[in-house]
């Protein structure tokens, strides 16, 4: 675990501010959202990412956190699977306002929160069941498939948590079971995303966040090594994102 360094006075008060407008916004939004259940979903799609948008409006304006983003010819218009870098809840933000039709893969149980769940399932988010083995798998990469053949971008995160700057987990293999069923090269992304909106920190440091999009993975390698290249492209680059005095976790292996 990184030992964050302490926040100042105003990077807290700019924090809490954030916080105050990023909850009921989000919550005033939802309850809205669902006036538009009985529209097409590409209504809800525009909708949902016009509130993204205003997130990230907001920590700009309200923490001075400023987002770039690199390797733009890489982002596809089309049909794609995304293999992105999680550090922060930032994550589950940002593609909606990058892609044209993005749509994540997301926990099953988050589904059952209360109208969050309802919205989400029409928008048309892709659920898994951590615990149901090969038959959620399946079901996963049946589900986002007909996303991917509808024209959606599908986000997954395949470390399968979010993780601190510099922090190696294992990946999970169902991000190259994903890739396979959506039919197209699987698209690597790193970012620096912990260091401004750290995972389990209240403060939110100003400064210029990375989203870095790497150039598509080669097609027709093995699942094992498809895997591996993707962690190391992912990871190296993150990595390198961190700034250079940046404390690492003690425990930095891949598992």
């Not at 100042?8 to 916004?25: C, E, H, I, Q, T």
């Not at 870098?85 to 589950?92: G, V």
Request: hydrophobic fraction near 45%; charge should be positive; glycine fraction near 10%.
């Amino acid at each position: 675990m990184n030992p964050e360094p302490p926040a100042s006075p105003l990077v807290l008060l700019r924090s809490a501010l954030f916080n105050l407008l990023f909850f009921g916004l989000t919550a005033g939004c939802v309850t809205l959202g669902l006036v538009l259940l009985p529209f097409p979903r590409r209504l809800i799609r525009r909708y949902v990412q016009g509130w993204a948008r205003l997130m990230l409006w907001l920590l700009r304006v309200v923490c001075g956190i400023h987002v770039r983003v690199t390797g733009r010819e890489y982002l596809p218009e089309g049909p794609a699977v995304i293999a992105a870098k999680h550090q922060s809840a930032f994550d589950t933000i940002v593609w909606l306002a990058l892609l044209p039709d993005p749509v994540y893969v997301l926990k099953r149980e988050l589904l059952r929160i209360p109208v969050w769940g309802t919205l989400a399932r029409k928008y048309g988010a892709v659920a898994v069941d951590r615990t149901g083995g090969a038959t959620a798998l399946k079901r996963m990469v049946r589900e986002a498939g007909a996303a991917a053949a509808e024209g959606s971008q599908i986000i997954i995160f395949p470390e399968g948590t979010r993780t601190s700057p510099g922090q190696r987990v294992p990946y999970l293999p169902g991000v190259v079971a994903l890739g396979a069923a959506v039919g197209q090269p699987i698209i690597p992304a790193a970012t620096d995303s912990g260091v401004f909106w750290g995972r389990r920190s209240f403060a939110k440091r100003p400064g210029t966040l990375t989203v870095a999009v790497l150039p598509p993975l080669p097609e027709g390698l093995p699942r094992a090594k498809l895997l591996a290249q993707m962690q190391e492209a992912i990871e190296s680059e993150s990595l390198r994102l961190l700034p250079a005095n940046y404390p690492l976790p003690v425990d930095n292996s891949v598992g």
